[in-house]
């Protein structure tokens, strides 16, 4: 099993990337999607705070069953609304410090309340652990689509630019 602390120091890196992506888009591409069908970069920026808040919330306060009918508005319960409409670098302090706490509160429980099992939203039945990593997955993917947005801007990702940085 992933310790807690190994999945927080990893969790963080991936939302240092998410942040720099954000911030290393151009100002007037904020709300560049290349095609209709795709959520806005920074409307990502967004949905990975908000899932990841409320994810890492349900989990901490006890929620062990994603099935039920209420869960969509029950997760909603979760999101920081005011975050849709901040500029820039006030969303990517916010998407840092409530990963900092969150985290915080992650490392606060005992081993024992990661390993409890939980039911995912299509039934799999997983430990709180599993449930956390998928939740930062889930934020490498959109990551991952940033970092597609910012390559189409002409932006070299932060992860590639660290790369080229060694050699």
């Not at 240092?16 to 990502?44: C, R, T, Y």
């Amino acid at each position: 099993m992933v310790s807690v602390h190994s999945f927080v120091d990893s969790w963080k890196t991936v939302r240092k990337d998410s942040v720099q992506a954000l911030l290393d888009m151009p100002a007037g591409s904020l709300d560049f999607q290349p095609v209709p069908e795709l959520m806005p970069f920074q409307d990502i920026a967004v949905h990975i705070l908000n899932a990841g808040h409320a994810l890492a919330g349900l989990l901490l306060d006890g929620v062990d069953d994603m099935t039920t009918p209420d869960f969509r508005p029950r997760m909603a319960g979760y999101f920081l609304q005011s975050a849709a409409g901040l500029p820039r670098e006030e969303l990517a302090d916010l998407m840092l410090r409530s990963l900092d706490e969150d985290c915080a509160r992650i490392e606060a429980q005992p081993a024992e309340f990661w390993a409890a099992a939980v039911k995912k939203f299509d039934g799999t039945p997983l430990t709180r652990m599993e449930m956390l990593q998928f939740t930062k997955e889930h934020e490498l993917t959109h990551r991952s689509q940033m970092f597609v947005y910012l390559r189409l801007k002409g932006v070299v990702p932060p992860t590639t630019r660290r790369k080229l940085a060694k050699k």
